[in-house]
């Protein structure tokens, strides 16, 4: 008996096991996977388990989802902790295809890279309140296959996402284009736990569809750039998302920059604005000559954490309040790293666009690049007096 007939045979073993076990299907939940997932790969994958396709919140696919009782389709939005929770309620295993939907915000000021990061950690930790078994990785290819100087930024980016979900602590396999699939039935990269049966055959299967795809689609982790299907957008139109990344000085976290931001900010700003604390949870930004606050933040403590401290922007006269989007500031310290993601979420203007655009806009592109230059003096300055070796994020950010 040959290497691959032992495999199909250690595969069906595994299958009759867990159905005499559990007497359910497994259910797999895939992510940034929808613009494969045309009604004959649907039913390929749904020979063995049940799925769920998760859409990108802001969207409403026209699919084929419909056709197949096996299927689910799940709006979810991989910038937001408790969509992504919601989406994922209910599977035993997930396949993440990397880069999955990315921001359809009508202003985005932010890298691939910083959002591909977000969403790997925003999806890993919603994996892990959902009990999540075991979490299929689709990629490109390793970094030692590329040549020296031509692996791109988006191949690093993919790279990180995938540090990012194996530092969830769940079990993580990630199967890259071109690998075999005998590999596939193998062991995770990560852990010594063996790959379900059913979840090797739906990641095999969605790999070789996305290597096979149409041209203008891509392989994970390229950044080519895909044409999706035909969607209606659904969130307001004048929505922001803007995300910027710094280093965290010593061994502070991203809890302490927030606090120390806002510290910061009124500092800096002192001529023009104050910033007012209620002692709780509440912060105004106040202009100094008036009692009017131009911007609110609201800190969220049940959402955050030392590692993700999150502020509902509630007011002021420079924000559009709308109860279907739920504008914030996040900060978000990557895992493993002392690198700092400050992002701003589904931010609504008061502003005419136009004005908004060339004048706030710009002000806090300006406002986040002064802030980052402080961190990165203030984390020189520590490792001076330490003697030691400066992270790499010092150096090349």
Same mark, same amino acid.
Request: proline share 6%; aromatic share 6%; charged share 20%.
């Given at each position: ?156 980016? #993919?790279?990180? +996402?995938?540090? &990012?979900? /194996?530092?969830? @602590?769940?079990?993580? *396999? ?6 075999? =699939? ?121 959402? #955050?954490?030392? +590692?993700?401290? &999150?502020? /509902?922007?509630? @007011?002021?006269?420079? *924000? ?6 739920? =504008? ?70």
């Amino acid at each position: 008996m040959n290497s691959a007939e032992r495999t199909d045979n250690k595969i069906s073993r595994i299958r009759r096991e867990h159905r005499a076990g559990t007497g359910r299907r497994p259910v797999i939940a895939l992510a940034g996977a929808e613009r494969y997932t045309d009604h004959n790969l649907l039913a390929l994958l749904t020979e063995h388990c049940d799925l769920i396709v998760l859409a990108d919140n802001g969207d409403v696919y026209q699919d084929q989802t419909n056709l197949c009782p096996q299927v689910q389709q799940r709006p979810c939005d991989l910038f937001s902790l408790p969509s992504a929770t919601a989406a994922l309620q209910g599977a035993d295993y997930a396949i993440y295809l990397v880069p999955p939907v990315m921001s359809q915000a009508r202003l985005t000021q932010a890298s691939f890279a910083d959002m591909a990061a977000i969403q790997a950690d925003i999806f890993a930790r919603a994996a892990c309140i959902n009990g999540i078994r075991h979490i299929v990785c689709l990629s490109g290819p390793a970094s030692r296959n590329i040549p020296p100087g031509q692996c791109s930024r988006h191949l690093h980016s #993919s790279l990180e +996402a995938e540090q &990012i979900l /194996r530092s969830c @602590g769940l079990p993580v *396999t990630v199967l890259r284009t071109g690998q075999s =699939s005998s590999r596939m039935a193998g062991r995770s990269e990560n852990t010594a736990i063996p790959v379900p049966a059913e979840l090797a055959g739906a990641g095999m299967t969605l790999l070789a569809a996305v290597e096979a795809g149409p041209r203008n689609d891509t392989h994970p982790g390229t950044g080519t750039a895909v044409q999706p299907p035909s969607r209606k957008k659904t969130k307001p139109a004048s929505d922001v998302r803007s995300v910027q990344r710094v280093v965290l000085p010593g061994n502070t976290d991203a809890g302490w920059a927030a606090r120390y931001y806002l510290e910061w900010l009124g500092s800096i700003l002192k001529p023009l604005v104050r910033i007012d604390h209620d002692g709780g949870n509440r912060y105004r930004v106040c202009l100094r000559a008036s009692r009017c606050a131009i911007l609110e933040l609201t800190y969220l403590p049940e959402r #955050s954490s030392a +590692a993700s401290s &999150i502020y /509902r922007i509630s @007011g002021g006269v420079l *924000t559009k309040q709308d109860k279907s989007c739920l =504008s914030r500031l996040e900060f978000l310290q990557i895992p493993g790293s002392r690198e700092c993601l400050i992002a701003i979420h589904d931010y609504l203007p008061s502003l005419p666009w136009f004005l908004y655009k060339h004048t706030q806009a710009r002000v806090h592109l300006l406002v986040m690049a002064a802030f980052r230059r402080h961190l990165l003096r203030m984390s020189k300055r520590i490792y001076d007096v330490c003697g030691g070796s400066q992270p790499s994020g010092i150096r090349d950010i």
